[in-house]
């Protein structure tokens, strides 16, 4: 099951796999007819029930009117990301190690999707599943990323390495800055677990390990927030010019007192 108007609306929109049916509360709004007149146009079965029986089928009350009932999604391979062309000129993945809270899965997976990632790599094992908690949180940007499920990540990354692709881990006590790191060539960001971050063997197989320099007391960010700085750091290496352009400020003469 999945709910939310975002998740349902984009699950329609992405079509990487058939929703059997999506259920729409009775008192609905114009958002929801909208997304009945979707449902009809792909040939997906709607129909109405109360809020009570939708949240009682979502197993929560955040379903805003809709939930729909989807098969099971089918991951790609390794040799699927691999055989893909990058979206902005270079091939950038994102590899988790360990992330098992939904709602950083499903965030980071929103901004791979913002950032224009290539694909992601979630190891079979200590990793949150994709749920309807996931698809939730990523506002159906999870039915529209490439996912590669892998046994091992660690050999991932090798087969990643082999195939030209810099593997670069994210770590607190890691050099350079990320914002010193050049991002103009195939890459593969890597993040650790909440808390305990990059797993040692990993942590190894990473070409570099970058940080992001904190000025604050805590010395690291939420996985998730510290994921979006860094992909969006590559997608604006990629997207702008070399040398950023400087705006001069232009003095304006202040007014005095009484004028």
């Not at 999506?22 to 809020?51: I, N, P, Y």
């Not at 098969?71 to 950038?92: C, H, P, T, V």
């Not at 940007?141 to 090798?158: D, F, G, K, M, Q």
């Not at 808390?195 to 010395?219: E, F, Q, T, W």
């Amino acid at each position: 099951m999945i709910y939310g108007l975002h998740p349902v609306e984009e699950a329609l929109r992405a079509g990487g796999r058939r929703l059997e049916y999506v259920l729409v509360a009775r008192d609905r709004t114009a958002r929801h007819e909208a997304l009945m007149e979707l449902c009809r146009a792909a040939g997906v079965r709607v129909s109405q029930q109360t809020k009570d029986q939708l949240t009682k089928l979502a197993k929560s009350d955040a379903h805003q009117g809709v939930v729909a009932a989807a098969r099971e999604r089918k991951f790609l391979g390794i040799e699927d990301l691999l055989a893909g062309q990058g979206r902005a000129g270079k091939r950038f993945f994102l590899a988790l190690d360990g992330v098992e809270d939904p709602h950083n899965l499903g965030a980071l997976l929103r901004s791979a999707d913002g950032a224009g990632v290539d694909g992601v790599l979630l190891p079979e094992r200590r990793t949150a599943p994709i749920s309807a908690v996931v698809a939730k949180t990523s506002a159906g940007a999870s039915e529209h990323v490439p996912i590669a499920r892998v046994t091992n990540l660690v050999r991932a990354l090798e087969q990643m390495k082999k195939a030209n692709v810099w593997v670069v881990g994210l770590d607190e006590r890691g050099t350079p800055d990320y914002t010193q790191f050049d991002f103009g060539r195939d890459c593969c960001l890597v993040l650790g677990a909440e808390g305990s971050g990059l797993h040692d063997l990993v942590k190894k197989s990473c070409d570099y390990l970058l940080r992001i320099p904190m000025a604050g007391s805590v010395s690291s960010l939420n996985v998730s927030v510290a994921g979006a700085v860094v992909m969006y750091e590559a997608l604006r290496q990629k997207t702008l010019p070399a040398a950023p352009v400087r705006v001069e400020a232009v003095a304006k003469p202040r007014k005095g007192l009484g004028s």
